[in-house]
């Protein structure tokens, strides 16, 4: 099966908006069908394949929300102020196993089972011992300091619905339910690889020109926050032969293809040929800045990303563009990302019709919005400024001037990355 539909890449040759490009991914990817059984201790990030109802009750039975004493409300309305012998104790993981009478009360503590008959629970704080009874408070409410049983979940309600990422709350959630293992999609494989004469792995042996590669230090920690399994496949030299089989080979065990660097018109740009000879790759000429140019396409069955080399430009695309088609690859359904409006302690000029990511530092600071800097220069291959900012800026195609003190959109790389 095709990963990336080919109707998503007509009029390639057409620049389009960052809006038009999310649009595209939304629609084109093709989730990958497989699913596997996850033992629930493991399944913490992976994505849900089936819809889980609850088979039992949560809470399954009725239990005191306090440290006090269990009464029946019927019996108190009648008769407030009077002394209640205490019939037994009821402990959490050790009902009251006897018999009250309804005038009595039961000593009870927080998680434990209600007895039969009594409904209501006064806090410990709030009682009086008087000759070996109990006096009760007044104004107590029917039901007050009681957990119903279902009050959480309800036997038979839908719990979670496929197409959920399971966090860890959801995770305890399904354990609530008595839980074992559950349906989740396979993981999206990606094979990675950098591109590039000059580039050195860190520890290996410099030489005049060279650089340390540090776009695969990046991206493969960012594809697995997303969720993939990823094949870091190193780095590949600058030729066609090369990274053509290499490209092809990998695509023959992946969902996803994602290179960095080789994508731009340079001599030794042989991302886009490659390519052309071994599948389909689709420029697209999205406005945005960073981030030109970025590649899509497919190998045989597998989608293929190419990155921009610059790792700020291929950082920022992989978080905007890799991010949503993996997750439609991956079979999530909710995509939420919270964002906030913080002011902007900068000011800029830019060019409409195109969207920007600016790498931002947002601080709350002492006042109800919280203030976002930009770095200082806006070279996208600085590195020093991704380890600055704890976010991205995001300015809409429309934008031409941000004053100091407008309010600015704010992506925190903590939505980003999950
Ligand atoms: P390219 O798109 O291959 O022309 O690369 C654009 C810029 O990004 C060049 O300055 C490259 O040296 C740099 N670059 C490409 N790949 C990497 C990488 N993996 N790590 C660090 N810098 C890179
Ligand atoms: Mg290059």
Redesign the pocket.
């Known amino acids: 099966m095709k990963r990336l539909a080919d109707d998503c890449f007509a009029n390639a040759a057409e620049m389009i908006s960052a809006a038009e490009a999310f649009d595209k991914i939304a629609k084109a990817a093709t989730r990958i069908v497989s699913t596997e059984l996850c033992p629930l201790s493991d399944c913490a990030g992976r994505i849900l394949a089936k819809d889980i109802f609850a088979p039992v009750n949560v809470p399954p039975a009725d239990n005191s929300a306090v440290d006090g004493f269990a009464f029946s409300f019927s019996d108190y309305e009648n008769n407030p102020g009077h002394p209640r012998g205490i019939a037994g104790t009821s402990a959490a993981g050790h009902p009251f196993s006897g018999k009250a009478k309804k005038d009595q009360v039961i000593k009870i503590l927080t998680g434990a089972v209600m007895p039969a008959g009594f409904d209501t629970v006064a806090m410990i704080e709030d009682v009086t011992l008087e000759d070996g009874n109990i006096l009760l408070p007044v104004n107590l409410k029917p039901g007050a300091n009681c957990r119903k049983a279902g009050e959480d979940i309800r036997e038979g309600q839908l719990l979670l619905s496929k197409g959920t990422k399971l966090r860890p709350q959801e995770v305890g959630y399904l354990a609530s339910i008595g839980t074992v293992s559950v349906s989740v999609y396979r993981r999206t494989r990606v094979a990675l690889f ?3 004469d ?2 050195v792995n860190p520890g290996g042996d410099r030489f005049p020109g060279s ?6 230090f ?1 991206l493969a920690p960012t594809l697995r926050a997303f969720g993939c399994e990823v094949t870091d496949l190193g ?1 590949l030299r ?1 030729g066609l032969e090369t990274i053509r089989n290499a490209l092809e080979t990998a695509a023959k065990s992946h969902d996803l293809v994602v290179t ?5 018109m ?1 001599d ?2 042989h991302v886009k040929t490659a390519l052309g000879e071994i599948g389909h790759l689709h420029f697209w000429r999205i406005a945005i800045k960073p981030g030109r ?1 970025l590649a899509l396409g497919q190998i045989g069955n597998s989608a293929f990303v190419g990155l ?4 700020i ?2 950082l920022v695309c992989s978080l905007k563009f890799v991010r949503p088609l993996v997750a439609k690859l991956g079979g999530l359904t909710d995509m939420e990302m919270l964002s906030f409006k913080a002011k902007a302690g900068f000011s800029l000029n830019k060019k409409p019709g195109r969207t920007e990511w600016l790498r931002g530092r947002y601080s709350s600071g002492p006042h109800a919005i919280g203030t976002v800097e930009k770095f200082h220069t806006d070279g996208s ?1 600085v ?1 020093s400024s991704l380890v600055w900012a704890n976010g991205l800026i995001e300015i809409d195609d429309d934008v031409t001037h941000i004053e100091k003190g407008d309010l600015v959109t704010f992506l925190p790389f903590s939505e980003l990355l999950k």
Request: proline share 10%.
């Open positions: 950098s591109t590039g000059e580039l650089i340390y590669d540090s776009n695969r990046i780095i600058d960095s660097g080789g994508v731009s340079g030794e740009d140019p921009p080399g610059n790792p430009a291929a291959g590195l």
